[in-house]
């Protein structure tokens, strides 16, 4: 897929506020500071697209993106960030789950894992919850350049291991990274590959 145009459509804490269409939403969430902002640059090839901060937390709204006029990007909030306060992050983990239990145009949700670190209670837990309320989702590791190839993989392959011990069939996965590029062709010919199944039914 080459992306010939992305622009920003609108931020709300609202999902009755979203965009009134029927184009399909791709929604990207991870836990704080796991390179979301980066990674949706880089998929878009629009540097500054997605704001990107040194302050882990800072998307608290659901941003949608408008991509070559047939599809949006949306950016959901961050999870898992303490220094919110429990009520912050009541309110945060609502507006995540009411857009993806409620958005009918949400089509794929993808997932976002740092690949450096050994898999985490957090993550585990929502995939296990997107599992039970049947959400499609795929993972995309992020960080892949921060290791060495023979370190990245075994990371890897300890994480899928984990997650076959709860899952029968893996979810789609990518590797990724914001600073070379790596896996942009992949999940964008996946996002395309999706579109062009929903046109034809």
Known sequence: ???????????????????????????????????????????????????????????????????????????????????????????????????????????????????????QKIDMEFMEWLGENGIPFSIVFTKADKMTSGKLKDKINRYLNKLREHWDNLPPYFLSSAESKLGRVEILNYIEGINKSINTK
């Open 1 to 119: 897929m080459e992306i010939l145009s992305a622009e920003f459509i609108i931020s709300n804490a609202e999902v009755s506020q979203c965009p009134a269409s029927n184009l399909p939403e791709y929604a990207f969430i991870g836990r704080s500071n796991v390179g979301k902002s980066s990674l949706i640059n880089m998929l878009t090839n629009r540097k500054g697209l997605a704001m990107t901060s040194a302050t882990p937390g800072k998307t608290m709204l659901i941003n949608h993106f408008l991509v070559n006029n047939e599809w949006h990007l949306v950016d959901l909030p961050g999870y898992g960030f303490a220094r919110r306060g429990k009520a912050g992050q009541e309110g945060i983990r609502t507006l995540i789950e009411d857009y993806i239990l409620e958005r009918e145009q949400m089509t794929n949700l993808f997932l976002l894992i740092d690949s450096r670190l050994d898999p």
